[in-house]
């Protein structure tokens, strides 16, 4: 089936390298390569054949047209004086949908549209920044009530692969004193547009890729099945505070918290004793000067518009940030001293979900480039714990908090377009590893 296909995409001979495979269905991140100093990492968790995520959810798809819990039922929406009505569908428990409903996005086969004038939802002027990247781009028609929702939703997703600024290399050999060197290697971007295509609604829309990193499983070492002894800084100051089914009732502040306080403690330190581990929605704390618009006007798409905010975000890794440019600084950092491994990630979302995977099982698939079988069932699967899941995205059915009216509330009408980017810079530290072998 042509939606199990893997979509390559990949940087001009660099070494170290990176490369990213993609599945249309549910828009998956399959695969995302890294080769370093002769092994070959792949950096998110998974199955090894592309068919087997129909038999395991969530496991590096997208997620739509709503990321995370919305209490059943039905609930009427309004943003600038315009109203519909959800009918939001159990999944997860009688009081709960989750991720979009019982037939999300996650499980749908997405269209790959193979030319850039074909999108719709971005300017030519941002399309035009793709010519120097890898890129593959995505479009889903979503039917007015699909699981409920209001309105007919086109979605649009970029997903790109941006080359690093080129650093004279260090080529290390045992027994060297030398510093060790931190490189770029690439950055994976992700961009999705949505617009409603019936007049005078509107509808909640809240997407986010719902991938699990382990940066150390590669090395198929016994202790490098958890992500425990990896290093997490988030740049946040409160989590969403959630009821005895998981829906969000307010935030608490993480002042005096020290298991949710990440400024680069190891993810094992501290951790949560209770079986969720960690599973929490954080809050960034307010980062300025960046302020991208997470929606704009649908006039701004007109074909020869200047409209442009991919320029920044398509930028090669190490290219300075510019201090009120569209693009904002790295809220979350992820790394793993044993593989050399790191992580930067950047968003305009308010903040993002940290799952540690504690409810994988063992008989679940994990891939054989992390020293599983690759097959479901056969007892080798990943271990709870076993995975750092950042998912981007705004804070829990934040349009069933009036705080949010009109402003933060995750919704769209019919005249506007939802804006939606994260971006991962992936470093690579070479020379220390190499000097103590
Ligand atoms: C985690 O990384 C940060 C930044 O690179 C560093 O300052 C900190 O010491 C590291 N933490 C541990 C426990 O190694
Ligand atoms: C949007 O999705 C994210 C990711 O699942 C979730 O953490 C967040 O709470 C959702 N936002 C709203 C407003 O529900
Ligand atoms: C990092 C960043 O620019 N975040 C922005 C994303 O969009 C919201 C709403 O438009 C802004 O308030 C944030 O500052």
């Not at 975000?313 to 050399?340: C, F, H, M, W, Y």
């Not at 540690?356 to 056969?378: E, L, P, S, V």
């Amino acid at each position: 089936m042509a939606s199990f296909t893997p979509i390559l995409l990949s940087l001009p001979s660099l070494t170290p390298s990176v490369a990213v495979e993609i599945l249309p269905h549910g828009l998956t991140i399959n695969r995302i390569y890294v080769q370093a100093e002769g092994r070959t990492h792949d950096l998110v968790l998974g199955p090894e054949s592309p068919q087997d995520h129909l038999g395991q959810k969530y496991v590096n798809t997208i997620i739509g047209r709503y990321s995370n819990r919305i209490p059943t039922g039905e609930h009427v929406i309004e943003r600038n004086g315009v109203t519909a009505k959800l009918t939001s569908l159990p999944n997860e428990s009688p009081q709960v949908s989750l991720h979009g409903g019982p037939t999300g996005f996650d499980s749908l086969p997405w269209e790959q549209v193979s030319s850039k004038s074909d999108m719709t939802l971005f300017t030519n002027a941002e399309l035009d920044h793709l010519h120097t990247t890898s890129t593959a781009l995505f479009r889903l028609v979503s039917p007015d009530g699909d699981q409920g929702f209001p309105g007919a939703l086109l979605i649009e997703t970029l997903v790109t692969l941006v080359a690093p600024v080129e650093q004279e290399r260090h080529y290390v050999k045992p027994g060297d004193t030398v510093e060790p060197v931190e490189y770029e290697l690439g950055s994976v971007v992700i961009v999705y547009r949505a617009k409603l295509q019936t007049e005078n609604t509107v509808t909640p829309v809240n997407l986010t890729q719902h991938w699990g990193f382990n940066l150390d499983a590669s090395l198929k070492k016994d202790d490098a099945s958890t992500v425990k002894a990896h290093n997490l800084s988030i740049k946040s100051d409160r989590i969403v505070k959630r009821d005895a089914h998981s829906l969000a009732t307010g935030f608490t502040p993480t002042k005096d918290d020290e298991a949710h306080t990440h400024n680069g403690k190891l993810i094992g330190d501290k951790f949560p004793v209770d079986a969720n581990g960690y599973d929490d929605f954080y809050v960034f704390s307010d980062n300025p000067p960046a302020q991208i618009p997470k929606r704009f006007a649908s006039s701004k798409l007109s074909a020869d518009s200047e409209h442009d905010l991919v320029k920044d975000i398509v930028e090669p890794a190490g290219t300075p940030r510019q201090p009120n440019g569209q693009r904002a600084d790295s809220v979350v950092e992820l790394s793993s001293k044993a593989s050399g491994l790191k992580l930067l990630f950047d968003t305009n979302q308010s903040g993002v979900m940290f799952y540690t995977n504690n409810w994988a099982n063992k008989d679940g698939a994990r891939k054989k480039i992390h020293g599983g079988t690759g097959i479901k069932g056969t007892g080798n699967g990943y271990v709870p714990g076993s995975a750092a899941f950042l998912e981007f995205h705004d804070p829990l059915a934040a349009f069933l908090d009036p705080a949010n009216k009109n402003d933060d509330d995750t919704l769209i009408t019919s005249d506007e377009i939802y804006h939606n980017y994260v971006r991962m810079d992936i470093r690579y530290t070479e020379g220390k590893k190499s000097t103590a072998e």
